[in-house]
């Protein structure tokens, strides 16, 4: 990030909300075949941008059935995609510049994401290192017992968020991991005068 953006409070910055579909879990190994990205106001309530793009793999036989089955991936369907991500990393990370990444599982599409640039020689990706995940904000419903797995799809049902279409693509994804968010904001909001903690 450039030391102007640098300046920009956390609180003041634009979100990020991205959502990758892969080959399969394991990093260094599986691949990104599609990013969706939707970048909104520090509030979450205004819709800036949306972008997204596909990835052919360059071993596309390692797709596990379980990540064909959420994905839908077929060379057939990926049929004049480009395997060489450089210029869709790129746009990625101009879109993306100054914002804070939010995703739901943001161990998982942090690697990914930045694992599939640096393979692009895209190594500056110009969003902060806070990198904020629903699952985490969701964490005191499943202490209370309002929901047993934190899944997107599972957290979209009890806030009343249409879940993702299946197969799943990953602007959609995005849209409702910012559709959840919001939801899960106005339910841990706070006064803002009041202080949490007094030293």
Same mark, same amino acid.
């Given at each position: ?6 300046? &920009?409070?956390?609180?003041? #910055? /634009?979100?990020?909300?991205? /959502? !990758? ?6 990093? +260094? ?39 064909? &089955? ?5 060379? /057939?369907?990926?049929? @004049?995609?480009?395997? %060489? ?8 990370? $101009?879109?993306?510049?100054? *914002? !804070?990444?939010? *995703?739901? %599982?943001?161990?998982? /599409? ?13 190594? $500056? ?7 904020? @995940? ?9 202490? %209370? ?10 957290? *979209? !049902? ?5 879940? $993702? ?6 602007? $959609? +994804?995005?849209?409702? *991991?910012?559709?959840?968010? #919001? #939801? ?8 803002? %005068? ?6």
């Amino acid at each position: 990030m450039s030391s102007r953006q640098d300046e &920009i409070l956390l609180a003041d #910055r /634009d979100l990020c909300f991205i /959502d !990758v579909e892969t080959t399969g879990p394991q990093f +260094g190994y599986h691949e990104v075949i599609e990013l969706g990205a939707v970048r909104v106001s520090p509030d979450a309530e205004t819709l800036k941008g949306e972008m997204d793009f596909k990835l052919f793999p360059l071993h596309p036989k390692r797709i596990t059935e379980q990540a064909r &089955i959420i994905n839908g991936f077929s060379e /057939d369907a990926w049929v @004049g995609v480009a395997q %060489n991500g450089a210029d869709s990393w790129k746009r990625f990370a $101009e879109f993306a510049s100054g *914002c !804070v990444p939010v *995703c739901h %599982n943001p161990s998982f /599409d942090r690697v990914f994401v930045t694992l599939g640039a640096k393979e692009s020689s895209v190594t $500056e990706l110009g969003v902060d290192y806070h990198w904020v @995940g629903t699952e985490s904000l969701a964490w005191p419903l499943v202490r %209370n017992g309002q929901i047993r797995k934190l899944s997107l799809e599972n957290l *979209c !049902v009890l806030l009343g968020v249409p879940p $993702e279409p299946k197969p799943h693509r990953a602007l $959609e +994804g995005a849209r409702a *991991c910012w559709a959840v968010y #919001r #939801r899960l904001v106005k339910i841990v909001e706070v006064d803002k %005068n009041r202080k949490l903690f007094v030293a």
